[in-house]
């Protein structure tokens, strides 16, 4: 089955290529830009004739900017061949799918899809996808796609794009435009936010880190985004008069009104305690991860970079609020810990097993009669510091006895002393009755 991604270039667009490939869908990408070279990168074809792609496609998914959406789909629906699929995945839902409806052909299905999520996250468990199909027109492909999502562990929400569009008005449009606004207010009042950082709180310190995420996206997503969903607007309106009218209540130092007003706001939200449960759940993780790299001085430990991949290894030398130091080898190599992720002790194990180079020793010794050597080579494997063992020669009747000598060939990890490790497997086998043989 063939996929074409428009816009598959972009930032969703290589994120949802590898995801097709993976689950045995032939994928062509195509952007504006011509980057063939990102397609050359994921390993699929970019489509050189985009008319040719569209019409040998099976599903056809443009995500591009939002206010292109609509002239995109006016442009790629009528050229869509019979029983195909057409999907968007911008953040409205209105705009998009009445030019599905309009443009694509009554035999070519269309379905509205906004996943709530950005390209950072590393698969769809626990994720969010919003559905808008409009009746008679998904029928066969509404079950597939739902499948196909749900079977990675996304959960998909049913709704129209009237729905959609006023829910994410809030969900998106009022806390992006609360979180951008307040990193205005900091540029416009001078403030200096790494300063303040030396005597956040908790909370400050989340806030800060979503305000950062959202300022340092693409700053023309997050303005189509507040632009061209109409019930922005409305949001806006009922935001910035909240704002004045708590602000009057604070200049007036009119402390009935304020409680009064908060009061409220917490009947109409519900279930605060539940919000204080995940918040400090959140807040929790935060100091559990800080409290694990302090008790971990003068340990060995192993991070993953959160963006780069690469992960480090060595002794926890120094803690800070916001860096830890390694020592690495005769190097000492300072991290930011938001940039970082712990690593457990079976995932160090395992980078160990995968990356460093091992050493090989091989013993030679008589085993008991009647033993087996293969379950004396399972007991030995039983050592952490064992990456594998194996038989490489065994003959009978040595020394002028009947037992059998076995040579094992032992592959040690690369960074303990192998020697110890030697020593600790020979007294092993010579305590299950092994005769070590010079």
Request: proline share 4%; net charge negative; hydrophobic share 40%.
């Amino acid at each position: 089955m063939k996929v074409l991604i428009i816009g598959g270039t972009g930032e969703m667009g290589q994120w949802f290529t590898p995801f097709f490939k993976k689950r045995g869908y032939e994928v062509i990408v195509w952007g504006s830009s011509g980057k063939v070279e990102i397609a050359e990168r994921m390993g699929v074809e970019f489509a050189s004739d985009l008319g040719g792609a569209i019409r040998t496609s099976d599903i056809v998914i443009v995500t591009v900017p939002i206010n292109i959406t609509e002239k995109v789909i006016s442009e790629t629906a009528p050229r869509m061949k019979s029983g195909s699929l057409l999907m968007d995945f911008t953040s409205l839902k209105v705009g998009p799918t009445e030019a599905m409806k309009k443009y694509a052909p009554q035999d070519v299905e269309i379905l509205g899809t906004h996943p709530m999520f950005g390209p950072s996250i590393p698969g769809l468990h626990g994720q969010i996808f919003i559905l808008t199909p409009i009746e008679g027109r998904c029928d066969r492909w509404f079950p597939v796609i739902r499948a196909l999502f749900e079977d990675d562990g996304a959960h998909i929400e049913v709704i129209s794009p009237a729905e959609h569009d006023r829910f994410v008005s809030v969900v998106q449009g009022l806390t992006h435009f609360a979180y951008i606004t307040i990193g205005t207010t900091f540029d416009k009042l001078d403030f200096s936010v790494n300063e303040s950082r030396r005597f956040m709180s908790p909370v400050y310190d989340i806030m800060l880190d979503f305000v950062g995420r959202i300022v340092g996206q693409n700053p023309y997503l997050y303005a189509y985004i507040q632009m061209e969903n109409p019930e922005v607007l409305r949001v806006h309106d009922a935001f910035m008069q909240q704002c004045s009218e708590m602000s009057s209540i604070v200049r007036k130092k009119d402390v009935e009104a304020f409680t009064a007003k908060m009061k409220e706001a917490a009947v109409h939200f519900g279930d605060t305690a539940s919000a204080l449960r995940r918040s400090d759940k959140l807040i929790n993780s935060k100091i559990a991860e800080f409290d694990r790299l302090l008790d971990s001085i003068g340990q060995e430990i192993g991070v993953r970079h959160i963006y780069s991949g690469i992960v480090h290894t060595g002794i926890v030398d120094k803690v800070t609020p916001r860096t830890v130091v390694l020592e690495c080898g005769s190097k000492m190599v300072p991290l930011k810990i938001e940039n970082i992720r712990l690593l457990d002790e079976e995932e160090l194990h395992e980078w160990k097993l995968g990356n460093l180079e091992h050493h090989l020793r091989d013993i030679s010794v008589l085993i008991p009669e009647g033993a087996d050597a293969e379950m004396i080579m399972e007991l030995v494997s039983c050592n952490d510091n064992i990456v594998s063992i194996e038989i490489i020669d065994r003959y009978q009747g040595v020394e002028g006895t009947e037992r059998l000598s076995v040579t094992y060939r032992v592959m040690i990890i690369g960074d303990v002393y192998v020697e110890g490790v030697q020593q600790v497997v020979e007294r092993q086998l010579k305590g299950i009755g092994c005769s070590i043989r010079g």
